[in-house]
T-cell receptor, first 116, second 113 residues
Framework: GAVVSQHPSWVICKSGTSVKIECRSLDFQATTMFWYRQFPKQSLMLMATSNEGSKATYEQGVEKDKFLINHASLTLSTLTVTSAHPEDSSFYIC????????????FGDGTRLSIL | GESVGLHLPTLSVQEGDNSIINCAYSNSASDYFIWYKQESGKGPQFIIDIRSNMDKRQGQRVTVLLNKTVKHLSLQIAATQPGDSAVYFCAEILPWGGGKLIFGQGTELSVKP
């Protein structure tokens, strides 16, 4: 149980394009989803918290106009990297939880984004 | 692009030995702690959790110890296997944080056959 699916797993695109990443909870309702960014050999850095039906809350230093987050249903959240540039290349990971702070987060397998 | 950052601490153990991975957490108010295992190219996988009203919790081959006095967590893996090779992260949750995880630096565990 508690499976989170992330798609695509790997994407390469040209500088200036926008890329959408999907995060789905397959067997539970995710009231809250989180988006992280991870550079090689580093820890996960939280980008934003997304509650179903509400606007996402972004961490300090994360541009909300660049990283658009939508959480329209209890099973799907999307992260769109707009006008992506090479410095946006990273490993993006989502997680989902059904119980707020009292339940562990379940993670997707990440999306490797490479911007040429 | 490539980032310049810290290199992960590494722990190398022989297959069959016990492993101990340590973590210092940052906030004395944190009341929930989780250990995650991350294999290369994958997302973190839940291993074991512990709440602040406990100082020890055991799972299958794993034990987590919590020392709130010095804000320290450890993960003990018994009879370490090659499949245990991965990066291990501790994470803390603040009671008022809305479930936000604060991840530690991580430790890379390498198991030699």
């Amino acid at each position: 149980g508690a499976v989170v699916s992330q798609h695509p797993s790997w994407v390469i695109c040209k500088s200036g394009t926008s890329v959408k990443i999907e995060c789905r909870s397959l067997d539970f309702q995710a009231t809250t989803m989180f988006w992280y960014r991870q550079f090689p050999k580093q820890s996960l850095m939280l980008m934003a918290t997304s509650n179903e039906g509400s606007k996402a809350t972004y961490e300090q230093g994360v541009e909300k106009d660049k990283f658009l987050i939508n959480h329209a249903s209890l099973t799907l959240s999307t992260l769109t990297v707009t006008s992506a540039h090479p410095e946006d290349s990273s490993f993006y990971i989502c997680s989902a939880t059904s119980g707020g702070g009292n339940q562990p987060q379940h993670f997707g397998d990440g999306t490797r984004l490479s911007i040429l | 692009g490539e980032s310049v950052g810290l290199h992960l601490p590494t722990l190398s153990v022989q297959e069959g030995d016990n492993s101990i991975i340590n973590c210092a957490y940052s906030n004395s108010a944190s009341d929930y702690f989780i250990w995650y295992k991350q294999e290369s190219g994958k997302g973190p996988q839940f291993i074991i959790d512990i709440r602040s009203n406990m100082d020890k919790r055991q799972g299958q081959r794993v034990t987590v110890l919590l020392n709130k006095t010095v804000k320290h967590l450890s993960l003990q893996i018994a009879a370490t296997q090659p499949g245990d090779s991965a990066v291990y992260f501790c994470a803390e949750i603040l009671p008022w944080g809305g479930g936000k995880l604060i991840f530690g630096q991580g430790t890379e565990l390498s198991v030699k056959p």
